[in-house]
């Protein structure tokens, strides 16, 4: 079955780096865009990075953009986010997100604290 599995997450400095994988089984990955999400307990999730399927476009949210980097792997059916200069309101869980069809991970949770 279709499914997307984040690793990656854990507590970190602020001013630290970090680097989020999102393993995607069960689908053609190379033709489909794939996005990063985030959301704070008590707010709505939202989008961090998008990348589409050759990786001729990726775009960022604001807050996220010059500090976040978004890849992908056709080979490996990988999308990995690399988060440097991380930021206390940086703590979220990330979700790993296809939006065909609205089909998301379970999430990895990123903690940026001193």
């Known amino acids: 079955q279709v499914q997307l599995v984040e690793s990656g997450g854990g507590s970190v400095q602020p001013g630290g780096s970090l680097r989020l994988s999102c393993a995607a089984s069960?689908?053609?990955?190379?033709?489909?865009?794939m996005a990063w999400y985030r959301q704070v307990p008590g707010h709505e999730r939202e989008f961090v990075a998008r990348?589409?399927?050759?990786?001729?476009?990726?775009d960022y949210s604001e807050s996220v953009q010059g500090r976040f980097t978004i890849s992908r792997d056709n080979a490996r059916n990988t999308v990995d986010l690399l988060l440097t200069h991380l930021r206390p309101e940086d703590t979220a869980v990330y979700y790993c997100y296809r939006p065909a069809g609205g089909v998301w991970g379970q999430g990895t949770s990123v903690t940026v604290s001193s």
């Open positions: 069960g689908f053609a990955f190379s033709r489909y865009t």
């Open positions: 990348i589409t399927m050759s990786s001729k476009i990726a």
